[in-house]
């Protein structure tokens, strides 16, 4: 695996097999910045608590850790005689349970379970086949950051101010990111681009994750907490946004991280254009709308709390929800590896 960077710029590698195979090996995200550490995921109970605890996030990296962790699972497993398909549905619906907004979670298990049920009575083809497709999840999606990176490069000039949210980078991902990877693109072109990085609270995607990747890659970045970017627009500091996805319905309606929604209407406002950039495996044609997505609600304990220091009285009443949806009718483009898509959005069955 190479940067886009070049020599000097190892690539961030967030999910793969560990040396043998037995294991899937991330980078975990809790860590970061303060500390580069990879962890072994080699159990049921492994995957299910690292996709959870957010060790591992983003909603391909998440698609992708579950579809090669349910091959851990079911090689794991100690049905006698192997896992049978119906087994495999169950460890696969264990995993899915962990979070319910990214549409990737649930796509890249449904492909691997779908492998499983092909062979039946013969495990260890089973397996293998399994195996192969969890392979395939993780390099198709390599090539979709890249492909998407080539699209969204038609959006940057030289100067470009980026505004981004959250984290869609190499550490959300299989390859270089979605929204992140035109960055990257324009940087290895020598192209001047500037990114703005939200803080994102609650749990700081922003300033752990993004700042981090952007600095390692020599990429100029500026954090701002997630409340300046009405500022910053209105003084014309912003050029463009440009944030991923965790699920698009068929209208065009876009889940991603809890205030995204507010970034869209402040940039309609100021006459700033957003764009999402996600691959095609977070466009789910069975979702109609915005409506029709279940949001994740996380623990208080998220909002109450900075850095494991109290910041709010005990027994305040919290809200915590993890994703918002912005309506398509805020979305200037939709960014994929299959090219740039503009409104109206429809993404029908087939798709
Ligand atoms: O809760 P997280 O950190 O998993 O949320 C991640 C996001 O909202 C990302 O923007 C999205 O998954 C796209 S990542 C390419």
Redesign the pocket.
């Given at each position: 695996v190479t940067s886009p960077l070049g020599a000097g710029h190892p690539a961030i590698e967030s999910v793969r097999w560990a040396p043998g195979g037995r294991a899937v090996r991330i980078i975990d995200q809790r860590r970061l910045p303060g500390e580069y550490v990879e962890r072994d995921l080699a159990t049921l109970e492994e995957v299910c608590d690292a996709i959870r605890t957010?060790a591992v996030?983003?909603?391909?990296?998440?698609g992708i850790c579950a579809a090669m962790g349910l091959v851990v699972a079911a090689e794991r497993d100690d049905t006698p005689g192997g896992a049978t398909s119906a087994r495999v549905a169950e460890l696969a619906r264990a995993i899915a349970a962990t979070?319910p907004t990214?549409v990737?979670l649930t796509w890249a298990l449904d492909r691997v379970s779908r492998r499983a049920a092909g062979p039946e009575g013969d495990p260890a083809r089973m397996l293998a086949a399994m195996r192969a497709e969890a392979t395939a999840i993780l390099e198709e999606d390599r090539a979709s950051c890249r492909a998407i990176g080539e699209a969204g490069l038609s959006l940057l000039a030289e100067g470009s101010r980026v505004l981004t949210?959250?984290?869609?980078?190499a550490l959300?991902?299989g390859g270089i990111?979605?929204?992140l990877a035109p960055l990257y693109l324009a940087a290895a072109q020598g192209l001047r681009v500037e990114a703005i990085a939200t803080e994102t609270r609650p749990?700081l995607?922003g300033s752990r994750?993004t700042a981090w990747e952007l600095g390692r890659a020599g990429i100029p970045a500026t954090l701002v907490t997630d409340s300046m970017v009405s500022s910053l627009m209105a003084a014309g500091d912003v050029d463009l946004c440009l944030?991923?996805?965790?699920r698009i319905a068929a209208n065009g309606d876009v889940a991603?991280?809890i205030g995204?929604y507010g970034l869209a209407v402040l940039a309609r406002y100021h006459g700033i254009p957003f764009h999402v950039?996600?691959p095609w495996s977070?466009i789910a044609p069975g979702t109609a709308t915005g409506a029709d997505i279940r949001i994740?609600e996380r623990d208080a304990a998220e909002v109450v709390s900075l850095g494991g220091v109290r910041t709010a009285p005990d027994g305040i009443r919290v809200r915590n929800p993890?994703?918002d949806v912005t309506p398509a009718a805020l979305v200037t483009s939709i960014i994929t590896d299959r090219g740039v898509l503009v409104p109206p959005y429809h993404f029908g069955p087939g798709t």
């Amino acid at each position: 695996v190479t940067s886009p960077l070049g020599a000097g710029h190892p690539a961030i590698e967030s999910v793969r097999w560990a040396p043998g195979g037995r294991a899937v090996r991330i980078i975990d995200q809790r860590r970061l910045p303060g500390e580069y550490v990879e962890r072994d995921l080699a159990t049921l109970e492994e995957v299910c608590d690292a996709i959870r605890t957010l060790a591992v996030r983003g909603a391909p990296a998440i698609g992708i850790c579950a579809a090669m962790g349910l091959v851990v699972a079911a090689e794991r497993d100690d049905t006698p005689g192997g896992a049978t398909s119906a087994r495999v549905a169950e460890l696969a619906r264990a995993i899915a349970a962990t979070r319910p907004t990214a549409v990737n979670l649930t796509w890249a298990l449904d492909r691997v379970s779908r492998r499983a049920a092909g062979p039946e009575g013969d495990p260890a083809r089973m397996l293998a086949a399994m195996r192969a497709e969890a392979t395939a999840i993780l390099e198709e999606d390599r090539a979709s950051c890249r492909a998407i990176g080539e699209a969204g490069l038609s959006l940057l000039a030289e100067g470009s101010r980026v505004l981004t949210h959250c984290n869609a980078g190499a550490l959300a991902t299989g390859g270089i990111g979605t929204a992140l990877a035109p960055l990257y693109l324009a940087a290895a072109q020598g192209l001047r681009v500037e990114a703005i990085a939200t803080e994102t609270r609650p749990l700081l995607q922003g300033s752990r994750l993004t700042a981090w990747e952007l600095g390692r890659a020599g990429i100029p970045a500026t954090l701002v907490t997630d409340s300046m970017v009405s500022s910053l627009m209105a003084a014309g500091d912003v050029d463009l946004c440009l944030v991923g996805a965790d699920r698009i319905a068929a209208n065009g309606d876009v889940a991603n991280k809890i205030g995204t929604y507010g970034l869209a209407v402040l940039a309609r406002y100021h006459g700033i254009p957003f764009h999402v950039a996600a691959p095609w495996s977070t466009i789910a044609p069975g979702t109609a709308t915005g409506a029709d997505i279940r949001i994740e609600e996380r623990d208080a304990a998220e909002v109450v709390s900075l850095g494991g220091v109290r910041t709010a009285p005990d027994g305040i009443r919290v809200r915590n929800p993890a994703f918002d949806v912005t309506p398509a009718a805020l979305v200037t483009s939709i960014i994929t590896d299959r090219g740039v898509l503009v409104p109206p959005y429809h993404f029908g069955p087939g798709t």
